[in-house]
Nanobody
Framework: QSQLVASGGGLVQPGGSLRLACDASGFTLGAFAIGWFRQAPGKEREGVSCHSRRDGTTYYSVGAQGRFTISTDNDKNMVYLQMNNLKPEDTGVYYC???????????????????WGQGTQVTVSL
């Protein structure tokens, strides 16, 4: 049975780092698009980063660009989000998501993902 299980969240001080992991058992990462999303308290869910194997593209939100890095280990069916120089505004529940890749040229951050994991809490605070 396919499932997405996110882990690695926690409490970190501003400027610190965290590495989130998504166990994408049952998903052939080479055939899917994988995304990381977050939802802050009182706010709508927003895209953070995604990778589409169809065309090898990777996207980051403006806030994540330069600080976060998405990576995959296809042999282990794992997706990672390395987050550096964390800021209080990065606080939220982080979700990994998977779906068939979007059409060529479309940003996978705006894709309506069908499969979602349960989320992991990231809190950036002193």
């Amino acid at each position: 049975q396919s499932q997405l299980v996110a882990s690695g969240g926690g409490l970190v001080q501003p400027g610190g780092s965290l590495r989130l992991a998504c166990d994408a058992s049952g998903f052939t990462l080479g055939a899917f698009a994988i995304g990381w999303f977050r939802q802050a308290p009182g706010k709508e869910r927003e895209g953070v980063s995604c990778h589409s194997r169809r065309d090898g593209t990777t996207y980051y939100s403006v806030g994540a660009q330069g600080r976060f890095t998405i990576s995959t280990d296809n042999d282990k069916n794992m997706v990672y989000l390395q987050m550096n120089n964390l800021k209080p505004e990065d606080t939220g529940v982080y979700y990994c998501a998977a779906d068939i890749p979007p059409p060529l040229g479309r940003n996978c951050l705006s894709w309506p993902y069908e499969f979602w994991g349960q989320g992991t809490q990231v809190t950036v605070s002193l």
